[in-house]
């Protein structure tokens, strides 16, 4: 399907405003005034118990996974860690919703997405620890680069959901994006390029409340971030970010319609980062701790884990038996990365292009030559190679 | 590297007059009916065939989704070309001006340049960015600028700037063609220049990253690019009435920098002035004049010397030729290149 | 007034779902499904007489002098210029609208709003003619330099209406942009900023249809563009660009407001280029006469005339003496753009910097010899000087 | 240019150690105190004090107007800043690291750069944009970058370099005070470099474009700026056991450029190296060693050597020591300054 065959675009000619229609009907695209909930609300009832479950033993693998990831920045394992304590929710139902032939487009903070999609967690936090900028093959995974600066995966998200419609495949891109990106002026092209292409693609937009110290008051006057879909000519949805089950039902909601050539949709979830930006930040510089806590009574796990055992899906046992993988998988973690990564500083020469230059190719034989000196040395003093 | 087999058979066809705009839409033709994963998209590429007309006939031929007109937002014109890239596909952006590629700057530098050093290989990124750019052509402010220290000083992007018609078609097929990303600066004030070419069979594509002497001498060495190399060429000519000899050597690519041409060229000379439009400082000429005294200091006669834009904003178009290094500028270089010393 | 004093801001905390409140009320902020309109309404029986005929003689001027700059490029007065013919009412009620002390920031496409405020018409059109970047000093006509990049001159609007706010002078900017411009990051990051700081300014997005040749649906598939307002937290208003009334009391109203502190407005013009993009431009190629014959029909000189004669505010003596002035001025411009612009090449360096740098010195010393060296072969030939 | 007339004072106070960052927080406090029109503007800078804390107190001692945390969006806040300039304030930018300015840069290439010459002087922009910039302190991807070429590649900005606490705060005050725009570049890795400094009255501030000799000596010149200045000041000691006497020179401004101090010294010393953290190729030391070369030709013993970071992408923090220029590649370069051609 062209551009041009777009319904309304086939159409399109400018008409004097005597005969002026809007493009599209804003009246579907607007959000309810409500972030959407399930678990402790009537529409809980006709969710999967299967799916409930499976949410709930990866929030608690996911909590785990965040707690053991920022101990693993103090033992200097890890150079820093963004964690996603209290995000689970939006972390797991992300990866959950998509189908293995999707892409995920994951911000910085978004690890737990990608270990939750199935990445092995060393490779998923090869960037965090320091030794390579990514430790696994987007292609093989579908899983896009962790990305750094702000929302500039956005597009890409689009160009390669777009490039996937025009080859006729049945694939759909989510892209995870903060609060503080949805100011970037990439948001912006971003969401604008994939409703005028209809390009089949899922906007997450975690409301955490603050981008580092900067609260959502000072990032934004909407109403909601989901009002910016408007604007854009697409549905804009707000859910609980909380909990889980709506994060999932909203989003497989917004896939589907993506799937059936619907085009894109913006989701923004209201949740709360319980740990600092990062081990590196000190949040109590910029909030109160009563703030915290009014959130920690609203914790996805609680949450969840209160439907679950209030309607008898889930004992102590269970609790247990999924806190007991949790704790394997974190075990695993740990001594996973006590391992030092092998490293060759000769890599960095040999993916910077297709073909070493000639230039390259020098540095690369000075660099060999200083190595080969310092080995000698190290030798020499009966110390162990670095390399 | 795909192959570019249609380009690389003998030159055959007959040759007729052919402008650089017209060689460049040709060599996009040729990609695209060639590999069905080549996609143009930009402003007003499509239903206008771009504002030079380089990607005229395009979308009428291979459809919008192959020539695709997008919304006016750089970024995001480049970053969904990422987007594509990662999916398999080879795309071909135009940013309409040189000045108008500036709002795509992280997309380029955070990620176009770095993915397949990011990835270690698994994931590079085919994309070629045509910039229109350059003055001479009489543009006001933003459409003359000449960016290409930016995307030199820039490890993980190829830059190579087309002088001839020939080589419009050729480094543009071989642009298209590399699995690494390439800034492909087209001297706007070149679109119209003609040569005896034939579209029906153009010459052998040569890989990117050979410059090429186009006139030998033995007096000094001119080493230029891209706007300036006609400049060159005739202040060749003119030096000749001074008793100088001068080789011209046209780069065609920055990146990489044949450093063997050149340096051989100067070896042979022992005299060298860098020619471009660039502003001088932070400019092209000082990488290069700085790598040939590096590598022939003991043939020098004299520094290299450097004939570059001044160090200004580009003037308004009334005030451009003032700016721009003309062939008085450059005989008056070679003038200072120490001749006495020869005695 | 500190960003914290805003109603809303000072009292935000993130706050868990369940008490989860927009931080503005979306209702306001949507535009009205049609483009406002005054003329041949009932609106119009309140529209001031007085300014209404001075809409119109500054309608025909403003038409007159878009027909003239167009002759001034075929004659190689001017290097290019972008015509507002068509949009002659925006231009106008942009530049009515405003009190002297309020700034102006124009596009590309704007030397008559930047005429109508009272500029000369030499001096708007140095860019386009091409001996200078700017004619005139921005600060004394408080019109900021035509501006091409597209959208970047928003958010320099934003900072100066917040700068202006700040040091406590009843201040409004007004910054106009194309539709086209809307999608670019700037726009988006500008109206952010303006909404979060509650900038007194005023966004006008001259919908034309078209971006050089790309028709508005190929650029957004919003319902409208004055429908993104509401994803920044600001009203949107769509009006009938071709109504010079409509548009000046819109932009009226949105003034008021930001003097009134209550922030930016967001206003969708609705409008057709009947010209070519540039002189360089050949529209042929894009788009069907039929469609610029529909327009030709809801021309904004035509609306109003009809309204005013209709009136009997106008008859066919007023009509004359309109199109007189209007032609005196044409003349007068015509002769003005026939001499020959007087340019020193030695002001090349002279505003880049403060203060020369030694660089710039020698340069500038180089090319004084190069002229001297010119000057002395003009002699000897005995040729004109060109400096 | 605003006077900075209690920067002028002096040194009267005690001198305790300080750290460069703590220097460059005292810089904008006393140009805030004095000067009610310098305005902090970036994100995280004002209830937080930026991630580096460098503004910390600002917004608490001149409130959240004078310091401002703004939405995350780094062309918006340049361009915000520039219509606050134009508006006769003097805005202060943070830029969060290196690679997060790159979304502004056409705001700085097509206005800041631009709006002083576009509007004949008219309109002078006295903005100063903040950049925490470079490696070395094992930040993740797009933390490290080096970006000065860019800058320095762009007629119209000013690019300072500080590389003592002393200068962070003189050079700060006076960029601050400009009426010209300045790319203030901030060496992450020094930012928690002490030295003796008493922030009561601090040193008079220079004017911006001085150069300085940081060692004397007569061997050779290294010519550096920034985070590679405690580098070559290493070497130089070093250096002595082999017994060379290396002069040391710190640019501490790019644009502008002193070339009267750095020609003085190679010519003093007939032999240069240039040394600098970012890449290479394209970098700012082939202007550097390209200007020497005209400046210096006869005097120079061997042509002016570079020593640089690799032509590659930022490394990540683990490998990033094997691509900083270190002693032993400042100590290798100037073993190959052709010393046997001494004798
Ligand atoms: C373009 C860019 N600017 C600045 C930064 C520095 N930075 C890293 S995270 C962050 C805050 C992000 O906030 P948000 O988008 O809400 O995501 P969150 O951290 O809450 O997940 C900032 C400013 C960056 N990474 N990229
Ligand atoms: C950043 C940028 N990109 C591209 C251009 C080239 N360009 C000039 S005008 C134009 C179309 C503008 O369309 P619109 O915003 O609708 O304004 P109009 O021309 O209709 O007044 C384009 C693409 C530019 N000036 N700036
Ligand atoms: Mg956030
Ligand atoms: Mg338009």
Redesign the pocket.
Known sequence: MTVQELPGAAAYRPTPPPAWKPLTDPAPLLPDPEPYRVLGTEAAAGADPELLLRLYAELVRGRRYNAQATALTKQGRLAVYPSSTGQEACEIAAALVLEERDWLFPSYRDTLAAVARGLDPVEALTLLRGDRHTGYDPREHRIAPLCTPLATQLPHAVGLAHAARLKGDDVVALAMVGDGGTSEGDFHEALNFAAVWRAPVVFLVQNNGFAISVPLAKQTAAPSLAHKAVGYGMPGRLVDGNDAAAVHEVLADAMARARRGEGPTLVEAVTYRMDAHTNADDATRYRVDSEVEAWRAHDPILLLERELTGRGLLDEDGVRTVREAAERMAAGLREQMNADPVLDPMDLFSHVYEEQTGQLREQAARLRVELDAEHDRHDESGAEDVR | MTTVAAAAGERTGRAKPATMAQALGRALRDSMAEDPTVHVLG??VGTLGG?FRVTDGLAKEFGDDRCTDTP???AGILGAAVGMAMYGLRPVVE???D??A??AFEQLISHVAKMRNRTRGAMPLPITVRVPYGGGIGGVE??SDSSEAYYMATPGLHVVVPATVDDAYGLLRASIASDDPVVFLEPKRLYWSKAAWSPDAPAAVEPIGRAVVRRSGRSATLITYGPSLPVCLEAAEAATAEGWDLEVVDLRSLVPFDDETVAASVRRTGRAVVVHESSGFGGPGGEIAARITEQCFHHLEAPVLRVAGFDIPYPPPMQERHHLPGVDRVLDAVARLQWEAEG
Chains 1, 3 share one sequence.
């Open positions: 402003e007003d504002v006016l937002a750089e940013m309409q001006f000045a108008f500036y709002p933003h459409h």
